[in-house]
């Protein structure tokens, strides 16, 4: 089963035309579920990539997890440092002790620049996606697929509330989305607070 097929579950079947927009709020909602995983979980799905020269790395739809240069951490500062930080007569200079990066143009850059004897880590996670097959979602545990699709069922009772009340006038259907969306949220709450409590075993994210 799909996870437009297991949202549809929740909200009953819908026209095919409704596909690209369930696809939406599940893309959506899982965006949201993967910004309220801890950053424990998310260190488990970061990949390392190394950097070993002055050019920027796309960061583009990537969460920089850590960053590291030459066994120091990289702390991030604002664009407005970016010429402050390599000036030799600046408080804020970069030092092999003290690295920093910067973002730019959707790219990652590191000062003082990573170089093939001081190379740097940058570990990212792609932020998840989602095709209109999709059973699973990479980028973050099986055990918060739930949550997503629950939160995309929201989404979508929401938008067909906002018919009922705006289009069709009925106000019977509509305060039966309601209450269906209020016990949806109830449930969405509870999955994302026991997500805050996952913890690693043997390959597999248990509470």
Do not use: C
Not at 107 to 115: H, N, Y
């Amino acid at each position: 089963m799909n996870l437009i097929e297991r949202v549809e579950d929740i909200i009953g079947d819908q026209d095919s035309n409704s596909d690209t927009q369930i696809l939406q709020h599940l893309s959506d909602a899982a965006k949201e579920v993967y910004s309220a995983l801890p950053l424990k979980v998310k260190q488990r799905f970061a990949g390392k990539t190394n950097l070993t020269s002055a050019q920027g790395y796309d960061v583009e739809n990537k969460e920089i997890i850590n960053a590291e240069r030459a066994g120091y951490s990289v702390k991030e500062v604002g664009i407005g440092r970016k010429t402050q930080v390599v000036d030799t007569n600046s408080i804020y200079l970069a030092t092999k002790r003290s690295p920093v990066y910067y973002i730019e143009d959707k790219e990652i850059f590191i000062k003082p620049a990573p170089t093939s004897e001081e190379p740097a880590q940058v570990y990212l996670v792609e932020y998840p996606n989602i095709s209109s097959n999709s059973a699973s979602i990479t980028g973050i545990p099986t055990t918060a697929t739930q949550a997503v699709v629950i939160s995309a069922a929201i989404k979508f009772l929401n938008f067909k509330m906002n018919i009922h009340v705006q289009e069709d006038e009925d106000s019977e259907l509509a305060q039966a989305t309601s209450l269906q969306i209020q016990s949806l949220q109830a449930v969405l709450a509870n999955e994302l607070q026991r997500l805050q409590t996952l913890s690693w075993h043997k390959n597999n994210y248990m509470n």
